[in-house]
């Protein structure tokens, strides 16, 4: 696996590559980035901005929410993978938000994977981007590019590989990288053709190089 060093020479790489990483969610508030985020699991970006405005129109607060008909809010989402349970997970949401939380969202982990439809990796995208606290989510690209290029165990299951990150990274970049990951893999280290031809990182990626004889 790669070093501390050179897990930190791969990300400045990629930090060089997308200087620019951010969110790619629409939204404007952490209850916005909260529900685009439940929405997106098993989905695009793409999908769900295409969605949410005319969701965040209808309805633009926990209460509204938590108010609407669940029918309502499938015609809302329904160009967007698995909406009939996600429409459920949304509105028991923002019924919980209410409940328990004044209508606010939560800022801490332990809190937030207590709403339906909120797993770690959402968690931890809420934490980073609306509240600003160090997080790394693992998606499938970060989970590609770390395995990819040796930073983790390629048996590492998701919860090893952001141990084994937030070990190799220190705290204050956490967010940074997590997005910068997330545009390496989304945009240049593609699951089924990744860009080893012109990759900077070819020189340091056993898998790349293992591509690059075979053709």
């Known amino acids: 696996m790669l070093s501390k060093e050179k897990t930190m020479e791969a990300i400045e790489i990629m930090y060089d590559m997308f200087p620019d990483a951010a969110c790619e969610l629409t ?56 909406y009939r349970n996600k429409a459920k997970n949304i ?26 439809g909120v797993g770690r990796k959402t968690a931890n995208v809420v934490m980073g981007d609306a509240f600003g606290e160090p997080a790394i989510a693992v998606d499938t690209h970060v989970e590609r590019v770390s395995k990819r290029l040796r930073i983790c165990k390629l ?27 997330i545009f390496f893999g989304r945009y240049h280290c593609l699951a089924r053709n990744p860009k080893c031809d012109i990759c900077p990182l070819l020189y340091m990626c056993q898998e790349g190089k293992t591509r690059m004889s075979a053709k």
């Open 91 to 116: 509105k028991a949401c923002a019924v919980q938000l209410l409940d328990q939380f004044d209508g606010k969202v939560p800022e801490t982990r332990e809190e937030l994977v207590t709403l339906p």
């Open 27 to 82: 939204h404007k508030s952490p209850f916005q980035l909260l529900i685009a985020v439940i929405l997106s699991a098993q989905a695009t970006d793409v999908s769900v901005n295409k969605a949410t405005p005319a969701l965040f129109a209808a309805y633009p607060t926990p209460a509204a929410l938590a108010q609407a008909p669940v029918e309502d809010i499938i015609q809302k989402i329904k160009t967007i993978g698995l």
């Open 155 to 181: 048996d590492a299951n998701v919860m090893e590989v952001e141990q084994t990150l937030m070990r190799k990274i220190p705290k204050e970049l956490w967010v940074k990288t997590h997005h910068t990951m």
